[in-house]
């Protein structure tokens, strides 16, 4: 009978669970951070949602008479007048100049007085009756306005003119003619750029007083 003993079936050592380095840690952790922001932040195509639609802008139905001739027409309601003789009514003649109401080269007149129609918004003109610098002359006669212009040479490049000649005419109807000095201040909203202020206004004065 053998004396020998069974041979012990030993299980091999279990290595102990290795501890993640600190660098380990931190690039799983934001690696995962950035999985979870990416499924959050997917394009609405890939998620099978489609775009909301985007709301309209609301517009409005205005009827103006604009150089004796009538017009109806419907424009989004922040469309200003200036926009609205230029783009939709392709009177050109009135200027885009700051588009802020600080250059004067958009004046106009609404019901005879001069307005920047840059900052006026044409949904409010219903009824109104409103004068360009393509309506001032009556035929092949120019107004005395742009007459007086031509006579006093008071004009260099022109892109500011057919603002200053609007101002100018509502300044005589206006009544601020007495002087120079009066009508250098009830003018100074209509900046030129080439600096012909002395033969602008030499030109209103003398379309004022014949002179």
């Not at 200003?80 to 392709?90: F, G, N, P, Q």
């Amino acid at each position: 009978m053998s004396t020998e003993l069974p041979e012990a079936t030993v299980s091999p050592p279990t290595e102990p669970p290795l501890t993640p380095s600190r660098r380990t840690f931190i690039a799983t952790t934001v690696g995962g951070g950035a999985a979870v922001a990416g499924s959050l932040f997917m394009a609405p195509d890939a998620l099978g949602d489609e775009p909301a639609n985007t709301a309209e802008a609301p517009s409005g139905r205005v009827s103006l008479t604009v150089n004796g001739e009538r017009h109806t027409v419907t424009v989004d309601n922040r469309t200003s007048l200036l926009d609205l003789l230029r783009e939709h009514l392709k009177l050109t003649g009135s200027k885009k100049g700051c588009n802020a109401g600080a250059c004067g080269a958009c004046t106009v007149l609404v019901d005879g007085r001069r307005v920047n129609s840059c900052l006026t918004l044409a949904v409010r003109l219903e009824g109104a009756e409103v004068t360009t610098i393509e309506g001032l002359a009556d035929g092949d006669d120019l107004h005395k306005v742009q007459q007086a212009f031509i006579d006093e040479d008071a004009f260099q490049c022109g892109f500011c003119t057919p603002g200053q000649i609007m101002s100018g005419v509502g300044c005589i109807k206006e009544g601020h003619t007495g002087s120079a000095e009066e009508i250098r201040e009830w003018m100074s909203g209509n900046l030129c750029r080439c600096g012909c202020y002395v033969k602008i206004v030499r030109a209103v004065g003398h379309a004022a007083h014949g002179k």
